[in-house]
């Protein structure tokens, strides 16, 4: 199974410098994965290192806590996707989902999928399936299918814990439609992002891609 094409490289240390994004840009090409994921602050560096590959440009809004305003996630998006983004990981706000105000969550994602959509871009929506009962990672699965988002992605690797194989499990349980699923958070092993793909995952998000494709083991990162 080739991998490399699964992988989102990821890189969001609060201490990145451009030397860091640089490199993970430069490994990406390399590898060819799939995007390299980056705070909206490298997003304009990330797309003129990756200018002339097939490697998308990705960033996270909202991140890692999914508290700022629906209007500042926008804003955000906007601006990532005017600064090269093709993809936008979103984080919900899971204090609002946990309160049972659906509705609130549900506008927030249909906005940002409308901010995408109309510009032509994937949006992932981060529910951080760790601080989750099963009933509100089913409304989430809910939630994704109604407002057309493109994917539903467990963790931001900065929750209590990153994805586990379960999580995977109740998505394929309680998604209807054809959404895709992202892991992320954790993935460290060949073997392991084999399983999650195995179980439907179209993207992983991970800082140890070059490990996974390579067949050899990385245990000092969590993301």
Known sequence: MKLNKYIDHTYLKPYA??????????????????????NPCNVALVARELANTD???CSVIGFPFGTHTT????????????????????????GRLLQGDEAYVKAEV?????????RGKILKV??????????????MCRIVEET??????????????????????LFNKYLKVPAKMKASGGIRTTEDAEK???????????SN???????????????
């Open 110 to 118: 249909a906005a940002l999928v409308g901010v995408c959509h109309s």
């Open 126 to 139: 981060i529910i951080e399936t760790c601080y989750l009962p099963e009933e509100k990672i089913a409304a």
């Open 196 to 206: 999650y793909i195995a179980l439907g995952c179209a993207r992983l998000g991970t």
């Open 17 to 38: 410098t451009e030397q860091d994004i640089i490199a993970k840009c430069q490994e990406a090409r390399k590898y060819d994965f799939a995007s390299v994921c980056v």
């Open 55 to 57: 490697v998308k440009v």
């Open 71 to 94: 209007s500042i996630k926008v804003a955000e998006a906007i601006e990532a996707i005017a600064n090269g983004a093709d993809e936008i990981d979103m984080v919900i706000n899971v």
């Open 209 to 223: 891609g070059i490990d996974i494709v390579e067949g050899t083991r990385n245990s000092q990162e969590t993301y």
């Open 148 to 169: 057309g988002a493109d994917f539903i992605k467990t963790s931001t690797g900065y929750g209590s814990r990153g994805a586990c194989f379960e999580d995977i499990e």
